[in-house]
């Protein structure tokens, strides 16, 4: 065995222990999993290490919250179980009952050795957070998470049941347990003096409020595993029945995903025929290009481009010890205003709504949640679909001189809908563009592999109804991906891979209702460089490089800066700036 105080043993599946092949074919660049092997070392006794996503701080009032501790568990034989589960109660001993933000917050510790895993939050079947664990090492490690939750705030002052579904497993390598605790602030709403909402005066409550239902369309309890559909293949779609209140006048879809597996890192994914004509026996196919699309009784109402994660153990394990892959402690979820299609489902019956992915293969986690807006004054609302356009995706694929496979991709999807309630006739136009180029780069002996690509989307929902103020709501969001692998074998037997990674989660918010608006931007960047030595599966040398820049604009009155960078597990250099200027 090697002395040295980095080891790695190289798994390809985390989720399906059972499969473990392990020691997976070492000669292909394919190897972007990794597990770390850290042997005990003098800093053993040392404090954990804690981890952390960057991301801007939550907002909060200036009143102090009542806190519940709604969960303490350790995970440990958890894999293929049922979800933990807790009864909910909403925080009755809190003198306030009005709520300006609450605020999950999620902390878990581990020691020793143990692979990245999925976690799903729900309650009341309503999915509130999607996470990866952060893989620990000898001396301990500790992270946390805040969400703001309060878009979930009509579920959360109702009894309900909580699930936690973490799928861990121990075995002699594997002993690290993950012991965690999760809890809810509730922050009561400031005493101030209010010009009642005179910024975003709009058409109807539903336009600056948050629902007053939120329906799951997750799978039920009780079950083993999480409440999330698992979508197998292009073919294999899921579904669920549901059915909205008659009352409704606003719904938005909210849909959380996750890619596992051989999709785990679906963007490197060759096309099959490329596969076919180089005889690249150990990759997954189905080319680099993924769309989940959602409809409703087989109509498609929205579809989502994905935001390529990268969890914990993947690439190279210490790029992301302790600064985290962009959104892989709290995944991002996508909204899909789904009010024009309102028409076709306030029958009061039950409705069928659809997940498939294209181009999938084995396994995407998808589920959502249907957060509705109800009419206090009527039992009935009514409303009618003008107007849908949604062809299907164009994809087109071609190899260049030089080798390179490029892919590109567009869609667009259109709706118009009005609904006339107590707050009026409204009319809700929806657009959703999005744009894909990939480009790959794989040299014929499967070794070296560059990938580059970008995604494009945009999301505009206009409402409005004659002689009122109009709603707006835009989002632009450009996920820009660079990595590049290169494998080489050293004549002792062992191999080194150099890995390089660029990865950006851009996004433009605009909003107006009446005469206020607010413009919001996020530019959130992350380069890591990284080297490992891997001998008999076990990596004996290397390093992990990583710069995150984020920088965060509200309205130039609100800001949060910060760039940091990491080498090896250290800190190397943090500025943080709250200031505008
Ligand atoms: C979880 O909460 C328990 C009880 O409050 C506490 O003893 C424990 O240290 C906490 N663990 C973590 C990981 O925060
Ligand atoms: C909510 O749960 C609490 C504690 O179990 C119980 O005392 C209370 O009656 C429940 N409330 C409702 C409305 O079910
Ligand atoms: C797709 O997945 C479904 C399970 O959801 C399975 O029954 C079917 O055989 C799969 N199809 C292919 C082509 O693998
Ligand atoms: C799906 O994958 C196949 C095989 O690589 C490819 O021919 C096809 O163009 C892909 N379809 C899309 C929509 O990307
Ligand atoms: C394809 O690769 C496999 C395993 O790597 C090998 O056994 C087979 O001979 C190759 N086929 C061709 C046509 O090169
Ligand atoms: C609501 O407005 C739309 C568009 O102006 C119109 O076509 C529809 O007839 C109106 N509905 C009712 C019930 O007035
Ligand atoms: C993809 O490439 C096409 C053609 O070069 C270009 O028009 C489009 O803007 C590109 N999309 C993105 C997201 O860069
Ligand atoms: C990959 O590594 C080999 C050996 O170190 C080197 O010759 C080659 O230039 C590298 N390729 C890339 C794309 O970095
Ligand atoms: C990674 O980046 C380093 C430094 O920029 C460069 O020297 C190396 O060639 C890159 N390797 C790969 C595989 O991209
Ligand atoms: C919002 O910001 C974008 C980009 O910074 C700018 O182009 C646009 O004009 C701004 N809109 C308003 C209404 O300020
Ligand atoms: C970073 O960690 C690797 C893996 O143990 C080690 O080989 C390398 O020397 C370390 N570099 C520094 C500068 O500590």
């Known amino acids: 065995m090697d002395f040295s105080p980095f080891s790695f043993l190289f798994f390809f599946l985390f989720l399906f222990l059972h499969h473990h092949i392990s020691a997976a074919n070492p000669h292909k660049t394919k190897l972007l999993k990794s597990q770390l092997l850290d042997q005990p070392t003098s800093h053993d006794g040392s404090s954990p290490t804690r981890y ?108 309900q049941t909580l699930a936690v579904y973490l799928g861990n497993v121990l075995d002699e390598n594997h002993k690290g347990v993950y012991h965690v605790n999760i809890t809810i602030h509730y922050y009561p709403a400031e005493k101030v003096f209010s010009y009642s909402g005179s910024k975003f005066k709009t058409l109807a409550p539903g336009y600056r409020s948050h629902a007053d239902l939120i329906i799951p369309i997750s799978r039920d309890l009780p079950l083993n595993d999480g409440l999330w559909f698992k979508i197998q293949n292009s073919s294999s779609a899921e579904h669920k029945l549901f059915k909205v209140p008659q009352n409704t006048y606003r719904a938005v879809l909210e849909v959380y995903v996750s890619f596992h597996e051989d999709d785990e890192f679906w963007y490197t994914n060759p096309p099959n025929v490329v596969i076919a004509a180089k005889n690249f026996s150990d990759m997954p196919g189905n080319g680099p290009f993924r769309e989940v699309v959602i409809s409703i009784d087989n109509e498609i109402v929205g579809a989502i481009w994905p935001f390529p994660v990268i969890y914990t153990g993947g690439v190279n394990p210490l790029l992301w010890r302790p600064i985290t892959g962009i959104g892989s402690f709290s995944l991002p979820s996508y909204d899909i205003e789904v009010t024009p299609f309102l028409g076709n489902i306030l029958d009061g019956s039950f409705h069928e709504l659809r997940f498939s992915v294209t181009n999938a293969t084995h396994v995407w986690f998808i589920d959502a949640n249907l957060h509705v807006w109800l009419d206090r004054n009527s039992k009935k609302t009514q409303g009618k679909l003008l107007k849908h356009i949604g062809h299907p995706s164009q994809v087109s694929d071609f190899i260049d001189s030089s080798g390179t496979i490029w892919i590109c991709a567009r869609r667009s999807i259109l709706a118009s809908g009005w609904v006339k309630s107590s707050y009026g006739n409204i009319t809700t136009n929806l657009i959703q563009e999005f744009s894909f180029n990939n480009s790959m780069v794989i040299s014929d002996d499967e070794n070296t592999q560059t990938v580059n690509q970008i995604i494009h989307s945009e999301d505009i929902v206009h409402a409005n109804q004659p002689f009122s103020p109009r709603f707006a709501k835009e989002t632009y969001r450009t996920f ?6 290169n494998k080489s074998v050293q004549g002792d037997g062992s191999s080194s891979y150099v890995t390089n990674v660029t990865l950006g989660f851009d996004e433009r918010k605009f909003k107006s209702a ?68």
């Open 52 to 159: 952390f996503e960057v991301t801007k701080p939550i907002k909060l009032p200036k009143t102090k919250p009542c806190s519940n501790h709604i969960l303490h568990h350790d995970f440990a034989f958890a894999y293929g179980k049922s979800p933990v589960l807790a009864n909910y109660t909403p925080p009755y001993h809190c003198p306030s009952r009005e709520f300006s933000r609450i605020v999950l917050e999620w902390t878990a510790t581990s020691k020793g050795r143990q692979f990245d895993r999925i976690v799903g939050v729900w309650l009341g079947g309503v999915e509130l957070l999607r996470s990866c664990t952060a893989e620990p090492r000898p001396n301990g490690i500790v992270w946390t998470v805040e969400k703001d939750i309060t878009r979930y705030s009509s579920l959360l002052i109702r009894n």
């Open 480 to 485: 820009p991906l660079y990595l590049s692998t």
């Open 514 to 581: 009446g005469f206020g608006f607010s413009n919001n931007s996020l530019t959130n960047l992350q380069n890591g460089n990284g080297a490992m030595v891997v001998k008999d599966n076990l990596v004996v040398g290397g390093f992990g490089s990583t710069q995150q820049a984020y920088n965060y604009n509200q309205d130039n009155e609100a800001c949060y800066s910060r760039n940091v960078a990491s080498f090896n597990y250290t800190i190397t250099g943090d500025e943080v700036r709250n200031s505008c200027f």
